[in-house]
């Protein structure tokens, strides 16, 4: 493996991962009806910093293989829409729309577990665990929808956690 180019896909993933740092869950998300099956807080940091390095040290291998150009920019899809979703559920509390993203992330990792599979063996395995991750957390982001009306009961509990009106 080329350590420059996992340099290079760790920047990228480790900028995803900041931003559960700077948007993290707090009171609004602490207010809003949760499926009993939602992972317990500390799981998300373990989970997600072993995925972040799987993921670049998957896309270090598979830009090192000839005719990557499909996986490359599965690659990049996925980590924009995961750097996204987050500031979109978390920070703007739009969880409509942070489920449509969440939709075209699925979408990008499993095009990148796809590719990866055809040009890179251990590239493809080491990104199945990310999938059913993914997968997870869309489940609980619709779950956290549907649960919360749809998104229509965000707004009231941001009120109710903070005391005044967020706008």
Do not use: C
């Not at 896309?59 to 293989?65: D, I, Q, S, T």
């Not at 749809?150 to 956690?161: F, L, T």
């Amino acid at each position: 493996m080329d350590w420059t180019l996992f340099a290079i896909f760790f920047v990228a993933t480790a900028a995803a991962g900041s931003m559960g740092m700077i948007f993290q869950p707090g009171s609004w998300y602490d207010g809003l009806q949760k499926p009993r099956w939602t992972p317990k807080p500390w799981v998300f940091p373990v989970v997600w910093t072993t995925l972040y390095i799987l993921i670049a040290v998957a896309g270090a291998r598979l830009a090192g293989v000839p005719g990557a150009g499909m996986a490359l920019a599965f690659w990049a899809a996925q980590i924009a829409f995961n750097t996204l979703w987050t500031p979109v559920f978390f920070g703007a509390h739009r969880m409509r729309l942070a489920m449509g993203v969440m939709v075209f992330l699925w979408f990008s990792v499993a095009g990148l577990v796809r590719e990866a599979f055809a040009l890179d063996l251990w590239s493809g395995v080491m990104l199945v665990p990310y999938l059913v991750w993914v997968s997870i957390a869309a489940a609980l982001n619709f779950e956290v929808l549907r649960l919360n009306r749809w998104g229509r009961d965000a707004k009231a509990a941001e009120v109710s956690a903070s005391g005044h009106s967020p706008e």
